[in-house]
């Protein structure tokens, strides 16, 4: 990807690149995450809407489902 440039405004609104937009897929009214990283950079990250957005986010450890089962 190439780099890109976005400008603050008077209202400290910052507009996404088009071509960033597309990669990420992001939707207008979709929440996004800013943190801080240092004082020269900022990450924005979306923020997950629905339980379905969290799917493969986590990886149980290996055999957990087995054992979890095995003691009920």
């Not at 400008?7 to 088009?18: G, T």
């Not at 957005?53 to 450890?61: A, M, T, V």
Request: charged content about 30%; glycine content about 2%.
């Amino acid at each position: 990807m190439n780099y890109s440039t976005a400008q603050v405004n008077v209202k400290y609104q910052v507009v996404i690149p088009k071509e960033v937009r597309k990669i990420v897929e992001v939707k207008p009214n979709e929440k996004m995450g800013v943190f801080p990283l240092d004082k020269n950079t900022i990450v924005l990250r979306k923020i997950p809407t629905s339980i379905l957005d969290l799917e493969g986010s986590y990886k149980f450890p290996k055999d957990y489902l087995k054992k979890e089962r095995l003691s009920w």
